[in-house]
């Protein structure tokens, strides 16, 4: 695709300065702010976003409140066209938008593409799903002394005006996972992308807009969360919020907003028990997989492992020798680097650290890595691990696996669903039955059998419990969210 599909986004210096979407062009803010953002891998600088004033917001919420009945009004099948238009810019895009991403948030190759493929898929999942929901009408006799004579016409209508909000490690497949269901239910969306990330997500709204979003549809303000996030959330156009990011930042929306529906996917701090009889080669893979993947810091990254000693004494040394091939810490864009990179910022690598050193000081011991470098952390695995230490008790985002000794699965259990934490866990197990009996007791969003915590594929259920989330998504469950059922019942006269 040629770059000039990009030229409104941004002015042409080196570093670019972005511009804002207030719904009918790209412009710079009255604010005269911006704010800088370097690349994790080399602290080179990407670009700079706009911090938007709170007239400006005002502007765009006005705007969005506007146009929502007309674009509610619009037949479902044009809405539904305009996305899977967005889909096919973003293939068009996809060697462009994979190389942004891995330079803004320091993703491997690997996982910088498949984000951006896995985004095209699911806005034309998504697109075709919605076309399948239906409402329905129901009968007043049905219930006991009730006669023929009413109906119930129960429909899925738009909440209004949507306030997105997307996290860092996702900045493109997670906002499109809301911006899309959001839409296509009949809402109109206003954007908060996440600051470092944030470029990745202009593109992808102008790629929405490309596809020809009617104007005050779809708008995206930026600037950092702490200066605009409370004036966005609490404003009174505001009729839904729907947010990925951290649980701390999670309840501080949660407690501001007051009564409007909240779509919240926040904190992971998952844990895998493993069982004596689990097939200990595969299930070491998919801890590597699970804990390592984009340097742990994904909501669903494994963060500690629970077994007997003697599980665990069998199982740690072939991890260890798997990681040997399958991990390797460098620039991301090296072919050569497997797994871990740099994670985002020295701050975060530094809060990482602290809570390796808080654990390795009560007595855990790091069994690889165990030192960071900048912003690079080594993969490291912590074996007498005790579980009110932080790096068990706190979502550490980076990677980090901790090993805890636990005397029985009764024991495992409840280490897990003490936790303030429930997005996921995973059960290691040959015996699926046992595996099964366990996830019942276990208070999590999903529970995997044999397989690490993970979102996909993006048309499962995917919650979280606790700090974890409020509400469902995937797919459906997304479009259903993202709206509500209204009845009209129409009474036959007496
Ligand atoms: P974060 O610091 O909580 O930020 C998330 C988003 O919220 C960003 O866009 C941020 O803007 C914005 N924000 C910050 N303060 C706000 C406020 N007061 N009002 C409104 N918005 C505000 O999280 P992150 O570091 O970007 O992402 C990592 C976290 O997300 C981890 O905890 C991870 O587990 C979680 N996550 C969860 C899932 C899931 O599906 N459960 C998926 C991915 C990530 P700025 O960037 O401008 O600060």
Redesign the pocket.
């Known amino acids: 695709m040629p770059e000039e599909t990009f030229t409104p986004l941004s002015d042409t210096q080196t570093p670019p300065t972005y511009r804002f979407f207030n719904g009918k062009e790209w412009v710079v803010s009255k604010s005269g702010k911006t704010t800088e953002l370097k690349s994790p891998i080399d602290g080179e600088i990407v670009g700079k976003l706009q911090l938007v004033t709170h007239d400006e917001i005002d502007a765009v919420l006005e705007k969005a409140k506007q146009v929502q009945p007309l674009w509610e009004a619009t037949p479902l099948h044009q809405r539904v066209k305009v996305m899977h238009l967005t889909a096919d810019w973003i293939r068009h895009m996809e060697d462009y938008c994979t190389s942004l991403l891995m330079r803004e948030i320091g993703k491997t190759t690997g996982d910088a593409k498949s984000e951006i493929v896995r985004t095209a898929d699911l806005i034309d999942y998504i697109a075709d799903e919605v076309i399948s929901l239906r409402g329905e009408t129901l009968d007043s006799d049905n219930f006991p002394g009730f006669e023929k004579g009413r109906t119930a016409i129960v429909e899925w209508v738009a909440h209004g005006v949507v306030v997105c909000?997307?996290?860092?490690?996702?900045p493109v497949n997670?906002s499109a996972s809301k911006i899309v269901p959001a839409l296509l239910m009949g809402n109109t969306v206003v954007f908060?992308?996440?600051?470092?990330g944030g470029i990745s997500a202009l593109h992808l709204a102008q790629l929405f807009i490309k596809a020809g979003l009617p104007e005050g549809v779809l708008s995206v303000v930026t600037g950092?969360?702490?200066e605009i996030?409370?004036y966005?959330?609490t404003h009174k156009h505001v009729n839904m919020v729907a947010?990925?990011?951290?649980?701390d930042?999670g309840v501080?929306?949660a407690t501001k907003t007051g009564m409007i529906p909240l779509l919240f996917?926040?904190?992971?701090n998952n844990p895998t028990l493993v069982l004596p009889d689990a097939d200990m080669e595969p299930t070491a893979r998919e801890i590597i997989k699970g804990g390592f993947s984009y340097s742990g810091q994904r909501?669903t990254a494994i963060k500690y492992v629970l077994g007997t000693q003697s599980t665990l004494d069998t199982l740690l040394p072939i991890i260890l020798a798997n990681m040997k091939d399958t991990v390797v810490m460098g620039d991301p864009r090296s072919p050569e680097t497997k797994l871990v990179g740099p994670v985002i910022s020295e701050a975060a690598a530094a809060k990482v650290q602290a809570a390796v050193d808080e654990a390795v000081k009560g007595g855990a011991e790091a069994v690889a890595g165990g030192h960071t470098k900048g912003n690079y952390v080594e993969p490291t695995l912590l074996k007498n691990v005790k579980p009110q230490m932080n790096v068990v008790a706190t979502?550490v985002?980076g990677p980090v696996i901790s090993f805890i000794p636990v005397a029985s699965i009764d024991e495992a259990i409840s280490i897990i669903n003490t936790s303030t934490y429930g997005?996921q866990a995973s059960v290691f197990t040959k015996d699926e039955g046992t595996g099964l009996v366990i996830a019942k007791k276990i208070n999590v969003g999903t529970v995997q059998i044999n397989g690490s915590p993970q979102?996909g594929p993006d048309h499962f259920p995917f919650m979280?419990v606790k700090h974890?989330?409020l509400g469902v998504q995937g797919v459906r469950y997304s479009l259903e969210a993202m709206s509500r059922l209204k009845s009209t019942v129409i009474n036959k006269p007496s």
């Open positions: 909000i997307a996290p860092f490690n996702y997670l908060k992308p996440p600051t470092q950092s969360g702490e996030g409370d966005l959330v947010f990925t990011g951290s649980s930042v501080h929306i996917e926040c904190g992971g909501c979502e985002f997005l979102r979280g974890s989330g």
